[in-house]
């Protein structure tokens, strides 16, 4: 994969041009990208951690991974049912 930034694609002038976008590293990137920000967005959401009511190092880091292993169980099925 390719590391890049967002390309602009209103019209007006980008700050990504043709030689990085090409490439078939930048598409798997952004979509790689799309994966991790959605499992964020749900943390931040629906599992309530956007204001975390712990305080310390130690707790918050216990929550996200509680919370992360949860996110991994409600998309279980999902991924399950792919699989051949």
């Known amino acids: ?3 890049h930034v967002a390309q602009n694609i209103s019209g007006r002038r980008s700050a ?9 590293g930048y598409s ?4 790689a990208r799309k ?3 959605e499992a964020f967005g749900w943390i931040k959401t629906v599992a309530g951690l956007r204001r975390t009511k712990l305080r ?5 880091d216990w929550a996200f991974a509680f919370t992360a292993a949860a996110y991994n169980l409600v998309r279980l099925p999902k991924l399950l049912a792919v699989t051949p």
């Open 1 to 3: 994969m390719r590391p």
């Open 16 to 24: 990504i041009d043709g030689r990085t976008t090409r490439h078939p």
């Open 28 to 31: 798997a990137s952004l979509k």
């Open 35 to 37: 994966r991790i920000e």
């Open 56 to 60: 310390g190092l130690a707790k918050v």
